[in-house]
């Protein structure tokens, strides 16, 4: 199959900080973090194009977080995971951590799986957080202030990593050599039938209800499409159309004006609606995932 990521990355690690002082970084610039979620289906893709990835996601035995069996759920536990990492303080991070933990705990391979993986896995972990910095800065580019993106921004990018498993060290020291490690990542990822296949059915919502596939299916497939980087769909076998280039263009001049005019707390939604629904169930003593 492929390499795992940073295997041949090799950087200045970062300091050693110790799990609680983690927990207790925060991100500054989360202005782009509701709109940001319409770009979500394709960061997913990215994530999932590493195979251990993948295949971690494809052959879970966690029924309650299958996508096609539970889409609500798996969806709602996802985005809380981004709330929580994102604006959460250091109780709710380790709490959260806590719970995710009890799941990650049953997603390790077998010995009939194509591809070796573990939930647990801080290389894929750091993976996964690196497609969402990623994911940051190209909607920062489309409808942000580029200069916002700074190695203090890029250094902030590592919550999403270490609110689970990923020691900060582990992180590219620098923006430099950031790209290093995702070019080298990318570069040795190649996609095989099924999960090709699997990463096509997500894009075109097969998990949804009937209705809504049909529905939504070419909407999420336009702008799904349209967010993924030209490397990404050369490995999903997918093309942008001229037609759908000039919609997702279009789509794109209205939201840049959309988030220029949108208020605060609009810019942060849903996120900041389930930050409190996480906390409601820490209060009322529900399960968190």
């Not at 200045?12 to 979620?37: H, K, S, V, W, Y």
């Not at 200069?147 to 900060?168: D, F, H, K, N």
Request: aromatic share 8%; with cysteine.
């Amino acid at each position: 199959m492929t390499a795992q990521p940073i295997e041949s990355f090799q950087a200045d690690p970062m300091p050693r900080t110790r799990r609680a002082e983690l927990d207790e970084q925060q991100i500054n610039d989360l202005t782009l973090l509701g709109p940001a979620l319409l770009a979500g289906p394709a960061n997913v893709i990215m994530q999932l194009t590493l195979p251990a990835v993948g295949y971690g996601v494809y052959e879970s035995k966690v029924e309650s977080g299958n996508l096609f069996k539970h889409p609500v759920k798996r969806t709602r536990t996802t985005l809380t995971y981004l709330a929580v990492a994102a604006m959460g303080d250091a109780e709710l991070r380790r709490k959260y951590r806590h719970a995710v933990n009890k799941s990650h705990a049953h997603v390790r391979s077998s010995s009939s799986s194509p591809v070796k993986y573990n939930a647990f896995d801080a290389k894929l972990q750091l993976w996964v957080a690196a497609c969402l910095y990623r994911g940051w800065e190209d909607m920062i580019r489309l409808y942000g202030d580029p200069s916002v993106i700074t190695e203090e921004a890029y250094r902030q990018g590592a919550i999403m990593g270490t609110t689970l498993q990923m020691p900060p060290e582990m992180w590219p020291a620098t923006r430099a050599d950031f790209e290093v490690y995702w070019n080298e990542t990318v570069a040795s990822m190649e996609l095989d039938d099924v999960i090709r296949s699997y990463l096509k059915s997500l894009v075109r919502l097969k998990f949804a209800a009937k209705p809504v596939s049909m529905i939504m299916g070419p909407w999420s497939e336009l702008l799904t499409v349209g967010y993924l980087p030209p490397e990404f769909r050369d490995k999903l076998g997918v093309t942008q159309t001229p037609a759908q280039k000039r919609i997702f263009d279009a789509h794109n001049a209205v939201l840049r004006v959309g988030v220029r005019l949108m208020p605060a707390p609009m810019r942060k939604f849903p996120f900041n609606l389930l930050l409190a629904d996480v906390r409601w169930r820490m209060r009322t003593g529900r399960p968190l995932v």
